[in-house]
Structure formats: structure tokens, C-alpha cells
């Protein structure tokens, strides 16, 4: 009774498990399941753009030791740089650390199609894993290869013609520079560079493994690729970063000497003064690390202090125009050329610079010095009593020379001067003379000097 009460009870029970059993597929030993991604290792991708300063060497070296120290299997180098501003014993040091990496390092140039990787940051390709372009990118003007301990920097046939020239994407996998086998299409987006990345071997034999099967919703298998992490740099390198780039340091150094001036000018230290110092130390900061020409930075200081004489005169004169030449030339010339990049400032950068200056010196910092100037001049009191000429015509404003320089004069209506005329200084407002003739000085309610006593 007992079995058979046994065989009632679990007899049901294995007819339904067979009947599970034929009515769901049969998944082999290592078939695709549902997640099978998240079992792969992670990639990191660090994108690196604009020049190669300390701030992005230093961001490469820490991110080859942070994925490493998390476990990641691989990690890509997002290039879009035009040169290095670095020495050669930086760039040693960086690629001694790819080349000596713990984990796959791959360098990708994109996501643009006029991406380039320009300089001795070119040669990353010849010290990484697994190497690929955006088919339209360029790579090339590496210069002298740069020997390293233990490793050798490889480019394959085409180093020569990368010394001092470029090549694009078609030219640089004919050549064998890249070490990633693509269609002509190369490789478009970072997701195409991770499945392109699956099965490569390395050298000491460890083969990637970025990409597993999985099964969708519909039960369809599909490949999916592993996870991947992307960096970039911190607020604080991003910014020093971007200071270094040529156009910003410009800009920076320019702007915060013309606060400057405008604080020196209105006997103060106020938010302009702060902020333009600010600018100003960001600015020599960003020209010390790019390769700036002395001269020309020189050239611009001597021209702002060319457009402050003027601007205490009240009067564009011979100095604003020396100034504005001078300041022409030292941005034109302000930075040396990189190997493939002339680093010359954009069209837009110098009429933003150009124009800025001018409307600065010429219209608005007169404007407003004389706004500010309620009282007379502080330093010029000395000024009042003396004798001068008249320029041209002063009725009731015009132009009047006091020893060598030149001043906006203002006069009594009832007293106008003619050009050539004597006269003499009786108070100053802002950067504006109150003057009168030297003799018949007016004598009525309107009159400005004091009266002998």
C-alpha cells in the first residue's frame, strides 16, 4: 500500500517535469544566457582632446592605474589632439607606461571625422595594444621616435612617411600601422571599437574577451558588448586644461590686463581689479605651458601701455595707433609652431581679441574713466595755473597741449578759444581740462576761476 501510495503521489510530479523539460529548449553547457555580459571584465574609455599638456599626461597615467586597480581587461584612449606641448622626457615617461601596462591600453582617434592625433602623441600607436581610426581621421608629423626601456616604439612601414608627413585612416592600415583589422569603414563610434576589440590577442598571449551572446526578450541570440566606462578629467584639471589651450590663454592674459588698467585708471581695487588679476595669472599660466614667443608677449604688453597713455589723455592720438599695431603683430606671432600644427589663433579668436581692445582703449575706457571722476584727478593738481595752447578751436570743447601732452578742454561759452590760442588750466575735471584764455578771461556767474583778490 505504501508504494503504491508513493507511486500515486510522484508519479504526476515526473510526468510534468518531462513534460517542462520537452517543452523548454535544451541549453547546452555555455549556450547564451540573459546577462552573460555582465560577466565579462569592464572596458574604460578616457577621452583626451586639444594638446598634450602635464594636466592630460598626468590624466593618462592615473587612469592606467585606476583600471588596472579596478580590474578592467582594457582601456581606450579617445584621441583628438594636435601635438605636444610637453618636453620629450614627459612623453618618454608616458609611453614607457603604456607600453608597460598591466592591462590591453588601446588607442582609438575620433569621434569625428576630422579627428587627428598630431606630434609625439602619434607615436601611442606605436607602443599600444590595439589601434584604430575614424575613416577620415589623419595620423602623422611624429617626429624622431623615442626610445624607451625594454620596448620599442613600432609603426610599421609607414614611420618614415609619419616623421614629418600624416596619413589617413586608408593609408595608415595599408601601412600597418594599426594594429586593429577593420573594413574601410573603420571603426565610427567607441561600441564598434570594443567588438572590434574581441578575440585580438596580445603579446603575452592574453586575448580579449569585450563581446558575449545573449538571448533578447524573443529568445534570439545577439552579441552584446561588455560594459564600458567612460572618464574624462576632473573640474579643476578640465579647467587648467582648457586655459592651456591657445585661443583661452589668449584671451585670458589680454582681458585681465584691460581690467587692469580700467582699476589703475579709478584709483580703486574693486571686482574688476580681482577678476582681472584672476584672468591674468590663468592667462600667464596658459602661455608658460604652450610654446609662446617672448616677443610677442612683449609686444602686448607695451601695446596696452601705449593705449593707457592715451587713455589718460582722454583722446585716441600717435599712441593708439602704435599701440594698435603693436598689438596686431604680438598676436599674430604669439606662439610657436608644433610639428603639423602652426598653432597660429583662429580668425575668430583675433577679431574677438582685435576688436575687444579698440572699442576698449578708443570708446569705452574713456567713457567710463570719466564717469567714475567726480572730482578732480588725483596727482594732477599740479596741473592747475599752467599755461598751454590751444590745438585746434576749443568752443566750448576741444583740444588743449600742456607741456607735451594733449587733453580734451572745455571753456566758458561767453570766452571760446581760437586754435593757437595761450591759455591757462583753472580745474580739472576727470581727464578733461577746465581752461581759459591766458587774457579776457569771462567775469560773469559762469566763470569757473576765482577772482583776484
Known sequence: MRRLAITLLVGPLVGLAGLSLLSSPVRAQGAPTADAAADLAPVDVLQVSGLFDEVTVQSIEDAIDSSTAKGSQALILQLNTGGAVVDTATMRQL??????????????????????????PAQLFGVADVTAMVAGSRIGHTGDLITLDGATVDLGAGVDTLRNGSMSFGEARRTGVLKLDTTDEGVPTVRSMVLAMDGVQLQDGTVLNTVAEELNDKGQTQKVATLVRFSGLGLIEEMFH??????????FLVIGLCLLIFEFFTAGVGVAGVVGAVLTVLGCYGLAALPTRPVAVALLIVAL????????????????????????????????????????LGWLTLFVGISGVLLTFVVGMPSMVRTRFA??????????GSIGLAVGAIDPEGVAQVGEAKWRARTNRATPLAAGAELRVIA????????????????????????DE
Open 242 to 251: 582648457t586655459v592651456a589651450s591657445p585661443p583661452m590663454a589668449y584671451l
Open 305 to 344: 601701455i601705449a593705449f593707457a597713455i592715451d587713455v589718460q589723455v582722454g583722446i585716441p592720438r600717435l599712441w593708439t595707433g602704435v599701440g594698435t599695431a603693436l598689438f596686431v603683430l604680438g598676436s599674430w606671432f604669439l606662439y610657436s609652431p608644433l610639428p603639423g600644427n602652426d598653432l597660429r
Open 375 to 384: 572730482t578732480p584727478t588725483i596727482g594732477r593738481d599740479w596741473m592747475i
Open 95 to 120: 609611453l614607457q607606461k603604456v607600453a608597460d601596462a598591466k592591462i590591453a591600453i588601446g588607442i582609438w582617434v575620433g569621434p569625428s571625422r576630422d579627428a587627428r592625433a598630431y606630434g609625439t
Open 428 to 451: 580739472i575735471d576727470g581727464v578733461t581740462l577746465e581752461v581759459e584764455p591766458v587774457e579776457g578771461a569771462a567775469r560773469d556767474y559762469r566763470e569757473r576761476r576765482p577772482k
